[in-house]
């Protein structure tokens, strides 16, 4: 069974800095896209990053220039670094990715269970 473990939220001061991470692990045959999304109270989730098996990104517009995503294909791990962070981006942070388990003939899309980062004014 494949999990996705998120780490590394939590409180920070308006303008700061934080970084997350997600491993994959179980019985994986090749993954694909990892990301990370957000939702805040009361809104719908949205797309912070992603990035593919050959290293291409996508951002948000509201992070673009303050967030980088990156990942070990070896470590089946993605990161996210966030910088000048502002207290709207205060929410739970998913981990996301489409991968092909083991056994499994097409590729699904597996979620974490989510990190708070809290934004303080």
């Known amino acids: 069974q494949v999990q996705l473990v998120e780490s590394g939220g939590g409180l920070v001061q308006f303008g700061g800095s934080l970084r997350l991470s997600c491993a994959a692990s179980?019985?994986?045959?090749?993954?694909?896209?990892m990301g990370w999304y957000r939702q805040a109270p009361g809104k719908q989730r949205e797309l912070v990053a992603t990035i593919i098996t050959g290293g291409d990104v996508k951002y948000g517009d509201s992070v673009k220039g303050r967030f980088i995503i990156y990942r070990d294909n070896d470590k089946h791990t993605v990161s996210l670094q966030m910088n000048n962070l502002k207290p709207e981006e205060t929410a739970v942070y998913y981990c996301?990715?489409?991968?092909?388990?083991?056994?499994?003939?097409?590729?699904?899309?597996?979620w974490g269970q989510g990190t708070q980062v809290t934004v303080s004014s």
């Open positions: 179980g019985s994986m045959f090749s993954i694909y896209t």
């Open positions: 996301n990715a489409d991968l092909r388990g083991v056994g499994v003939e097409v590729p699904l899309s597996y």
